[in-house]
């Protein structure tokens, strides 16, 4: 049987009996080893271990790797193929921590040898924060008075003082400016883009990254490639084809989305971990999720089919567009509509309220974020009346960054960057379903479920919009602040009258 | 200039292709023993910037990181709007003032030297540092710190404060929310409680005398890490 059908039969059959039998298919092989923790949710084991492995074992183990990527593509896969396959699975992530980590300190040694300083980026920050306390509270201190404000307005020469210091504070380290450029590593993971500050400090540092170019470039970019081109391919095909059969066949055309996007995930060798799955996202919800990557839409709809929403793009992403309609149901908006609210809450509570339709799938941060924190969810898709299931996807930054800087790269440099990268791991977390609850309003709401998305991703949580990386701040957050300290001033004047 | 003085090694810090060379001064006598925040690199040789002295070398390396993080015209400067392009300095009332004090007279952009020099003056004063006798005052000396604080009062640089520049300061800080009559009789009544020689205007020394009591030292200081 060749390689694509046998994954369609196994589903099937899985299908049929009803049970919750883990899926056997092909392209899931690393869900199969899911039962074993992976090295990537535990601390690296081998880490502490084997602190330092000689040059040949590290090739043995490149090459082990190269075996378990290439396995995927050979046919007739059988179960043997598929034990021997997650092992190695396992096994290249254990490499790959301590690879990353023998990096690291061999440069610290050769630096240190070389009594050189290495910069490493700390990420605890330049400058140690005081305790974020309140305008009111840092200027009482200043002016040395008692708790209460003054009875008559006052203001004092050293007031400027506060503003001055969080101002210069901004400057140095602010919350917003680098949630919108890469995640700094500690080490380095034998990338050239991550990077920042390691020069040349051996040379058997850099034949190790020589070789590790070479396999990336070489060996595991064309494959990804090809993979690539032919899932998008199958996609256009068969989701026309399914198209064109009466009814739309809602169950075969599960089957071709689901088939596609795993061999869009095996291109892109995303080794990804789902916890929690009894609470994926049912029909006549809307699934939020925090937004990194485009490639957040390929590791959702690996595991699961929704309806996705969109504008309406030219070129491929069109063909993809159009031929992904033909065969479900996808809610893509003209340029002009994406201004009216009124017609896009229309549309998506008219899906939502279709129970044979999918889960929808909304990005409310609107841009993407380094995966180190959630900004502010809009709030357009918590007005609709119906079930949240928030989702919280953490990429692993150690195995090649996946966060899209679109100032920086365009769409396809970044799917290029991503495939010569060594991989792309990440856990997604299916948190349990809300509900807006009587007497809260679609902010609040939405600021309940990015809390909790950020709690479980282990990600910061920020009132600031993501919009902010192209556009200014509004002036109504000065005018807050100027009205606070106008409250100092003359706040304890109308109390006492 | 490179002075030959045992026991000194000229330590070389690539930053990014920018060489930037440093001293290391001599291990201190032990009885003073200065925390590690406070050993001192001249970050030039050649320049005699003793107000550099402040920061060591991780924290210069960290400095630059930012700095080029911010300088999104990657042409080694940093202009205005490089500046306000952070939400928490623009949401500041004060924040145009501060990010003014940047820069020289009538330049529009500033160099990494230049960014050092005025975060200098937000540096904690090290108790040994006020027991040293210094060639000159250290930029982050109390003295120091007030005159940062008197020239975003004092626009035009007339070394006095007068009312309208009061006046300005203090609508930036309130915005609207403040009648202009109860502004100026708070202005009047500042100058009044500050001025001793009776000319309407705050002077630098004047200034000082108001804010003898203030804990400046605490205030006006960011603790830097490393």
Known sequence: ?497 | LAKSCPGQETVTLYLRGVALRGRRPRPAPPSTSPPPASTSHPIKQEDNLTETRLVSHSQITRLYSRFTSLDKGENGTLSREDFQRIPELAINPLGDRIINAFFPEGEDQVNFRGFMRILAHFRPIEDNEKKSVAVSEPLNSRTNKLLFAFRLYDLDRDDKISREELLQVLRMMVGVNISDDQLGSIADRTIQEADTNGDNSISFNEFIKVLEKVDVEQKMSIRFLH
């Open chain 1, 1 to 497: 049987m060749s390689f694509f059908s046998r994954g369609v039969v196994c589903d099937v059959a899985q299908r049929t009996r009803g049970s919750s039998l883990h899926r056997l298919s092909t392209c899931g092989s690393h869900r199969f080893c899911r039962g074993l923790n992976s090295p990537f949710t535990q601390p690296v084991v081998g880490a502490g271990v084997l602190p330092h492995l000689s040059f040949n074992q590290q090739v043995w183990e490149c090459l082990l790797l190269c075996v378990h990527i290439l396995l995927p593509c050979v046919k007739h896969y059988s179960k043997i193929q598929i034990l021997q396959s997650c092992f190695l699975n396992t096994f290249s992530e254990c490499f790959f921590s301590v690879l990353i980590k023998w990096a690291t300190s061999r440069m610290e040694k050769e630096a240190k040898e070389k009594n050189q300083q290495l910069y490493k980026p700390c990420s605890n920050g330049i400058i140690a924060k005081e305790q974020a306390s309140s305008l009111q509270q840092e200027i009482q201190e200043l002016r040395g008075s008692p708790s209460g404000l003054p009875s008559v307005p006052e203001f004092e020469l050293a007031d400027i003082f506060y503003f001055c210091r969080t101002g210069v504070e901004s400057i140095l380290d602010d919350e917003v400016t680098k949630r919108f450029s890469a995640q700094e590593l500690e080490g380095w993971n034998l990338l050239t883009r991550s990077n920042y500050n390691f020069r040349h400090i051996s040379v058997r540092l850099t034949v190790l990254w020589g070789l590790g170019v070479l396999i990336r470039y070489g060996v595991l970019l064309p494959l990804r490639v090809t993979l690539a081109v032919v899932g998008i391919c199958l996609l256009l095909v068969l989701t026309t084809l399914v198209g064109f059969l009466p009814n739309k066949e809602f169950y075969l055309s599960e089957k071709v989305h689901l088939m596609c996007y795993r061999i869009c995930v095996k291109s892109l060798t995303a080794i990804i971990t789902y916890h929690n799955r009894e609470n994926k996202p049912k029909t006549g919800g809307i699934c939020v999720s925090n937004h990194t990557t485009p490639i957040d839409v390929i590791i959702l709809a690996n595991d699961g089919c929704y309806s996705m929403v969109g504008q309406v793009h030219g070129g491929l992403m069109g063909m993809i567009q159009r031929a992904m309609v033909k065969s479900s149901h996808h809610i893509w908006f003209e340029r002009s509509e994406v201004k009216d609210r009124h017609l896009v809450a229309k549309r998506l509570s008219d899906h939502v309220a279709d129970k044979t339709k999918q889960p929808i799938l909304i990005f409310p941060e609107g841009t993407c974020i380094n995966n180190t924190s959630v900004m502010m969810f809009k709030k357009g898709s918590f007005e609709i009346a119906c079930t949240v299931y928030p989702v919280a996807i953490k990429y692993d930054p150690r195995f090649g960054d996946a966060f899209w800087n679109s100032s920086k790269f365009g769409l396809v440099s970044y799917l290029l960057r991503m495939m010569s990268s060594w991989a792309v791991v990440c856990s997604v977390w299916y948190l349990p379903p809300m509900n807006r609850e009587e007497g809260e309003d679609a902010v609040q709401f939405a600021n309940r479920v990015k809390a909790a998305i950020a709690a479980q991703g282990g990600l910061v949580d920020l009132i600031w919009d993501g919009g902010l990386k192209r556009a200014k701040v509004k002036d109504a957050f000065k005018e807050e602040q100027q009205k606070l300290y106008s409250e100092v001033l003359v706040g304890g004047q109308e109390t006492g009258d």
